[in-house]
């Protein structure tokens, strides 16, 4: 590790100093010295400590934005060399600057202010309360390339988007539909700013879900999830917590370890504001998963309870969603059928507060399972003095 880090001058550069300690600091050093050998992220970590450029996130983020990239960036951050960031939000930051040098100046004169005010500034809003996941990073990108795709439409229709008419919103939507969705917080936005005018974009009627799990299935699934010693110990936790308070895996992956608290009343989880108590064969796998993490690099920061093949970065949630498959434990019919079943017996207000769904969404699944939380709010409102 040392002849890695080794700079022209024959030293470990002192922002690197305790990389070393803490790469060299471990009870078997064999997989160490086989990521020093075969890893193309220890080949770029010895680049960068011969460079003679100040190693800053600035630095990683003029290389390949890719896995090895990241992977040394995740290691320096939770060795505590480079400071925490919102990644995803950096991502964002870094993906839309890439992408406005390319555009058209007349695209970037509409869509740089768009992105700024209209996703950015909730992205941003988002990531100061830890609620910036990978998939609302995602989901922020395809609206940004939705928008420039329809601005690049609008440009072979020969109309200007200060000329759009409801006609032309019609056309373009009936021709998209799978991006009509997508386009909508533009239209809201030039709408706002009086950049058009009398337009509507509205979301398509939404699908009730329609994949679930019969009783038996579903309550078997749980119990195998409990007592089952030949699953692996995270998908035993993962696929309880699904079929148990209706988390999805998108959730899941971020949770940290300090979520995890026990006191003489029992254990809990806080799965979103408020804790869970936990089932005590739950809470048993999750203390006996805490435990067997590896220790943590020292950043000072919570450990993720999943982590994943990047340091400081949680699992990713496609590639948990096909290990729960293999093992079959499907999670889309189990979550729609706990979130049926957590809706028939508890007020969706609760629900909503607890698990950490929107109102309306709860409301939505209120009305599908046949019940209301009219009672309770009128219930709520007789009780206070």
């Not at 690197?16 to 770029?44: C, F, H, K």
Request: glycine share 6%; aromatic share 6%; hydrophobic share 40%.
């Amino acid at each position: 590790m040392h002849d890695l880090l080794t700079d022209p001058s024959g030293t470990v550069p002192a922002g690197l100093a305790a990389l070393e300690v803490v790469l060299t600091d471990v009870g078997n050093p064999y997989p160490v010295l086989d990521w020093i050998r075969r890893s193309p992220a220890a080949q770029m970590l010895a680049r960068l400590a011969q460079s003679a450029d100040t190693l800053t996130h600035q630095t990683l983020d003029a290389l390949a934005p890719d896995a090895n990239t990241s992977y040394v960036r995740g290691l320096l951050v939770t060795a505590g060399i480079l400071p925490q960031r919102q990644e995803n939000l950096a991502r964002l930051e870094i993906w839309l600057a890439g992408k406005l040098t390319r555009l058209p100046k007349h695209h970037v004169i509409l869509l740089r202010p768009f992105a700024e005010w209209g996703v950015l500034k909730d992205a941003r809003h988002r990531a100061s309360r830890g609620r910036y996941s990978l998939a609302a990073f995602k989901g922020d990108c395809t609206d940004i390339r939705v928008t420039i795709r329809f601005l690049a439409w609008l440009d072979d229709q020969h109309v200007h988007v200060r000329g759009l008419s409801q006609t032309d919103l019609d056309r373009w939507a009936s021709t998209h539909p799978t991006e009509r969705t997508r386009l909508i917080p533009f239209i809201r936005w030039v709408h706002a700013r009086r950049i058009v005018r009398d337009l509507e974009l509205n979301h398509q009627p939404t699908q009730l879900p329609g994949n679930f799990q019969d009783e038996t299935t579903h309550h078997a699934e749980l119990r195998r999830c409990l007592t089952d010693i030949d699953l692996p110990l995270h998908v035993r936790i993962v696929g309880a917590l699904v079929r148990l308070y209706a988390l999805p895996l998108t959730r899941i992956v971020e949770l940290t370890t300090d979520r995890f608290h026990q006191d003489p009343e029992g254990a809990f989880l806080t799965l979103d504001r408020h804790p869970v108590l936990l089932p005590p064969t739950l809470a048993r796998l999750v203390e006996e998963h805490i435990a067997h993490l590896n220790e943590p690099l020292p950043s000072g920061g919570p450990r993720y309870l999943l982590p994943g093949a990047v340091p400081g970065r949680p699992r990713n949630p496609a590639g948990l969603a096909d290990q729960m498959r293999r093992h079959d434990l499907p999670v889309r019919a189990a979550r729609n059928t706990a979130l049926m079943e957590a809706i028939s017996d508890i007020p969706p207000i609760v629900v909503a507060d607890l698990f950490g769904i929107h109102p309306a969404t709860a409301q939505r699944w209120s009305q599908l399972a046949g019940n209301s939380w009219a009672p309770y709010l009128a219930a709520r409102q007789r009780s206070r003095p």
